[in-house]
């Protein structure tokens, strides 16, 4: 797959989606949109589905019904390759290559940068971010913290230059301090033309980076809103977290 696309087209849709783990469904017609440049969030308590619903856009767990589409192209039954071809780049945990020294995790991931003095810069500037992974950057991956390993699987999306970042739980386990400089590099990355969806547990930084939020429970998305509404509205937002339909 190229990354030609439909640029009247959304970054990525769902619609309809369901997925099992076996015999136990989890996910139920799940629908959410991203526009093309636009930054959404999925929120919810933990649990309700929206790790799964990463997993599924991703590619890692097949979906049982609905449809996925990047940029316009039916991407269902494609593989994760075929989607990370297309411009997704998931951050998901923190994951890293182990054997590989900080620098060498950065360079292996710019391989489907499609602007190659992007590349070079993002490199530098993700270590910027992170002046931890700066100072170890000849170091193993294996023998960094777990938080520093997080840190290292956000650097690395930037290197990537995405079309579409999906991101899940950005700011678990960083520093205040770390989460602020991570939130102006998706900012950076969304200037530059990629849309966000980010599932992240802090509302606060997530309602600040988003223009729209979708909220789920118990395997579906109940509510769609806009970012402004729910940080002007606490009770209506805690009344969507706590699973409730607010009217």
Known sequence: MSRSHDV?????????VSASYGPLQVLF???????????????GPNGV???????????????????????????????????VET????????????????????EMHGYTAADRAWH??????????????????????????????????????????????????????????????LIELVRRLNERGAAVLLVEQSVNVALSLVDRAYLMEKGSIIAEEHAETLRHDPERLRALMLGGHAS
């Open 8 to 16: 009247t087209a959304p970054a990525l849709s769902v619609e309809g």
């Open 49 to 83: 589905g929206k790790s799964t619903l990463l997993r599924v856009i991703g590619g890692l767990l097949p979906a049982t019904g609905g449809t996925i589409h990047l940029f316009g192209r039916d991407v269902t039954t494609a593989s994760p390759r075929d989607r």
């Open 120 to 181: 070079r810069e993002a490199v530098d500037a993700s270590l910027g971010v992170f002046p931890r992974l700066g100072a170890r950057r000849d170091q193993l991956a294996s023998t960094l913290s777990g938080g520093e390993r997080q840190m290292l699987a956000l650097a690395k999306a930037v290197v990537q230059d995405p079309r579409i970042l999906v991101v899940d739980e950005f700011s678990l386990g960083l520093a205040p301090v770390v989460v602020g400089g």
């Open 29 to 43: 017609d799940a629908s959410l949109r991203v526009e093309q440049g636009e930054m959404v969030a999925l929120l």
């Open 87 to 106: 411009g997704l780049c998931q951050v998901v945990g923190q994951a890293t290559f182990p054997s590989l020294t900080v620098h060498e995790n950065l």
